[in-house]
Protein backbone atom coordinates (compact mmCIF):
# COMPACT_ATOMS: atom_id res chain seq x y z
CA UNK A 1 0.00 0.00 0.00
CA UNK A 2 1.29 3.31 -1.14
CA UNK A 3 2.18 5.62 1.86
CA UNK A 4 1.20 9.46 1.43
CA UNK A 5 2.51 12.56 3.23
CA UNK A 6 1.21 15.84 2.35
CA UNK A 7 2.90 19.44 2.76
CA UNK A 8 2.11 22.71 2.23
CA UNK A 9 -0.80 24.35 3.40
CA UNK A 10 -0.99 27.56 5.72
CA UNK A 11 -2.89 30.39 5.88
CA UNK A 12 -3.00 33.05 2.54
CA UNK A 13 -4.78 35.46 1.87
CA UNK A 14 -8.12 35.48 -0.39
CA UNK A 15 -6.07 35.95 -4.43
CA UNK A 16 -3.46 34.46 -2.66
CA UNK A 17 -1.78 31.31 -3.98
CA UNK A 18 -0.08 27.94 -2.15
CA UNK A 19 0.96 24.75 -3.72
CA UNK A 20 0.65 21.42 -2.14
CA UNK A 21 2.79 18.63 -2.25
CA UNK A 22 2.53 15.02 -1.37
CA UNK A 23 5.36 12.69 -1.15
CA UNK A 24 4.75 8.92 -2.03
CA UNK A 25 6.56 5.94 -0.91
CA UNK A 26 5.82 2.16 -0.86
CA UNK A 27 5.02 1.70 -4.68
CA UNK A 28 5.98 1.98 -7.93
CA UNK A 29 4.44 5.78 -7.79
CA UNK A 30 3.52 5.88 -11.52
CA UNK A 31 0.88 2.70 -11.38
CA UNK A 32 -0.98 5.23 -9.36
CA UNK A 33 -3.72 7.90 -10.77
CA UNK A 34 -3.63 10.28 -7.94
CA UNK A 35 -6.19 13.13 -6.03
CA UNK A 36 -6.32 15.73 -3.59
CA UNK A 37 -9.51 15.89 -1.55
CA UNK A 38 -10.83 18.74 0.52
CA UNK A 39 -12.82 19.07 3.97
CA UNK A 40 -13.78 22.03 5.07
CA UNK A 41 -15.42 22.20 8.70
CA UNK A 42 -18.85 20.74 9.04
CA UNK A 43 -18.89 19.02 5.31
CA UNK A 44 -18.72 16.26 3.63
CA UNK A 45 -15.05 15.33 1.92
CA UNK A 46 -15.10 16.30 -1.72
CA UNK A 47 -12.83 15.67 -4.50
CA UNK A 48 -10.96 18.45 -6.02
CA UNK A 49 -8.49 17.00 -8.28
CA UNK A 50 -6.72 13.81 -10.10
CA UNK A 51 -4.42 13.03 -12.75
CA UNK A 52 -3.19 9.64 -14.51
CA UNK A 53 -0.34 8.11 -13.66
CA UNK A 54 1.97 9.00 -16.29
CA UNK A 55 0.82 12.43 -15.54
CA UNK A 56 -0.46 13.82 -19.29
CA UNK A 57 -4.19 13.85 -18.22
CA UNK A 58 -5.77 15.78 -15.42
CA UNK A 59 -9.00 16.30 -14.30
CA UNK A 60 -11.05 19.23 -11.70
CA UNK A 61 -14.13 20.32 -9.53
CA UNK A 62 -15.74 22.62 -11.15
CA UNK A 63 -15.07 24.90 -8.00
CA UNK A 64 -11.80 25.00 -8.87
CA UNK A 65 -11.31 24.68 -12.34
CA UNK A 66 -8.90 27.24 -14.06
CA UNK A 67 -7.37 27.94 -10.38
CA UNK A 68 -6.08 25.04 -9.21
CA UNK A 69 -3.63 22.79 -11.17
CA UNK A 70 -2.21 19.69 -10.56
CA UNK A 71 0.91 17.88 -11.69
CA UNK A 72 3.14 14.96 -10.66
CA UNK A 73 7.16 14.34 -10.96
CA UNK A 74 7.02 10.94 -11.13
CA UNK A 75 11.33 10.80 -10.70
CA UNK A 76 10.66 12.20 -7.46
CA UNK A 77 7.23 10.49 -6.57
CA UNK A 78 5.51 13.84 -5.98
CA UNK A 79 2.28 15.28 -6.57
CA UNK A 80 1.30 18.61 -6.41
CA UNK A 81 -1.64 20.76 -5.97
CA UNK A 82 -0.90 24.73 -7.52
CA UNK A 83 -3.85 26.76 -5.86
CA UNK A 84 -4.23 30.70 -7.51
CA UNK A 85 -6.66 33.24 -6.91
CA UNK A 86 -7.64 31.10 -3.32
CA UNK A 87 -11.03 32.18 -1.99
CA UNK A 88 -12.02 32.06 1.90
CA UNK A 89 -14.32 28.93 0.22
CA UNK A 90 -11.56 27.37 -0.51
CA UNK A 91 -10.87 26.46 3.23
CA UNK A 92 -10.28 23.10 4.14
CA UNK A 93 -7.89 20.14 5.16
CA UNK A 94 -6.82 19.24 1.92
CA UNK A 95 -6.03 15.28 1.45
CA UNK A 96 -3.91 13.62 -1.11
CA UNK A 97 -5.07 10.34 -2.52
CA UNK A 98 -3.56 7.64 -4.20
CA UNK A 99 -5.95 5.55 -6.44
CA UNK A 100 -5.99 1.82 -6.87
CA UNK A 101 -3.09 0.24 -8.46
CA UNK A 102 -3.74 0.66 -12.58
CA UNK A 103 -6.99 2.11 -12.25
CA UNK A 104 -7.66 5.06 -14.09
CA UNK A 105 -8.04 8.85 -12.88
CA UNK A 106 -11.40 8.72 -13.17
CA UNK A 107 -11.94 6.07 -10.24
CA UNK A 108 -10.39 8.39 -8.03
CA UNK A 109 -13.28 11.00 -8.42
CA UNK A 110 -14.88 9.48 -4.95
CA UNK A 111 -13.36 7.96 -2.11
CA UNK A 112 -14.63 4.55 -2.80
CA UNK A 113 -11.37 4.67 -5.66
CA UNK A 114 -9.19 6.14 -3.14
CA UNK A 115 -6.55 3.10 -2.17
CA UNK A 116 -4.64 5.41 0.24
CA UNK A 117 -5.11 8.96 2.52
CA UNK A 118 -2.34 11.20 3.40
CA UNK A 119 -3.14 12.50 7.03
CA UNK A 120 -4.25 16.10 5.56
CA UNK A 121 -2.74 19.65 5.96
CA UNK A 122 -4.68 22.73 6.38
CA UNK A 123 -5.11 25.26 4.07
CA UNK A 124 -7.04 28.75 5.15
CA UNK A 125 -7.30 31.70 2.88
CA UNK A 126 -8.62 34.87 5.34
CA UNK A 127 -11.11 37.59 3.26
Known amino acids: QVQLVESGGGLVQAGGSLRLSCAASGGTFSDYAMGWFRQAPGKEREFVST????????DYADSVKGRFTISRDNAKNTVYLQMNSLKPEDTAVYYC????????????????????WGQGTLVTVSS
Open 97 to 116: AAGIRYRSLRSIVTSSGVGS
Open 51 to 58: ISGSGPTA
